[in-house]
């Protein structure tokens, strides 16, 4: 299955500024996810990125406040813009291993704002 | 909207016993995944059941797929100190073609096995 390099793993952030995390894929795939996972909470679908597209945002999710790249079909980036506290969660990407074959996840970036 | 509950949300029991997770979900699907999450850890895929009947097992632990009853079960059986984690279920949504094939978590079930 595919393996995810995500990086940073974890950050300290000052409100009010962005951060951009990374992921990197070790072969091609169609779709990325990027979650959130709030502190002791489940993990909740921020957008679907597919390359050469704008990425599709679930409901309470907009673009301006994540924005995401999807510039090939191995990288893709979200970046947190204008933190505030509320924003200190994990991160975390997701590809489809192979179609319906289960979907692999990258370690996470653990954001605290302050 | 998809929707994905689990009970218990917390379960503590002792090693040696067994216990069965639950994970309901509100809309037809065909494809549900079982995750074990390590505090300060990210996801790790235990196990995918495509189809109504479907059974997995690895080790201690055992999942099954109901389609009908969209019901899934996560068994434990004698249970052991290294089981401790939260486990997630999440359930595919239809595929589509902008978005993919989306998942749906449950809100966990955190699991602490005591001696």
């Known amino acids: 299955s595919a393996v995810i390099s995500q990086k940073p793993s974890r950050d300290i952030c000052q409100r009010g500024t962005s951060l951009t995390i990374q992921c990197q894929v070790d072969s091609q795939v169609t779709m990325m996810f990027w979650y959130r996972q709030q502190p002791g909470q489940s993990l909740t679908l921020i957008a679907t990125a597919n390359q050469g597209s704008e990425a599709t945002y679930e409901s309470g999710f907009v673009i301006d406040k994540f924005p995401i790249s999807r510039p090939n079909l191995t990288f893709s980036t979200l970046t947190v813009s204008n933190m505030s506290p509320e924003d200190s969660s994990i991160y975390l990407c997701?590809?489809?291993?192979?179609?319906?074959?289960?979907?692999?996840f990258g370690s996470g970036t653990r954001l605290t704002v302050v | 909207e998809l929707k994905v509950e689990q009970n218990p949300l917390f379960l503590s029991m002792q090693e040696g016993k067994n216990y069965t997770i639950y994970c309901n979900y509100s809309?037809?699907?065909?494809?549900l995944y079982w995750y074990r999450q390590d505090p300060g850890k990210s996801l790790e895929s235990l196990f995918v059941l495509l189809s109504n009947g479907a059974v997995k097992q690895e080790g201690r632990l055992m999942a099954s797929l109901d389609t009908k009853a969209r019901l899934s079960t996560l068994h434990i059986t004698a249970a052991v100190h290294d089981l401790s984690a939260t486990y997630f279920c999440?359930?595919?949504?239809?595929?589509?073609?902008?978005?993919?094939?989306?998942?749906?978590f449950g809100e966990g079930t955190q699991l602490t096995v005591n001696p």
């Open positions: 997701s590809v489809e291993a192979y179609r319906g074959r289960g979907y692999t």
């Open positions: 809309t037809t699907s065909d494809r």
């Open positions: 999440a359930v595919a949504l239809p595929r589509m073609e902008t978005s993919g094939s989306r998942l749906t």
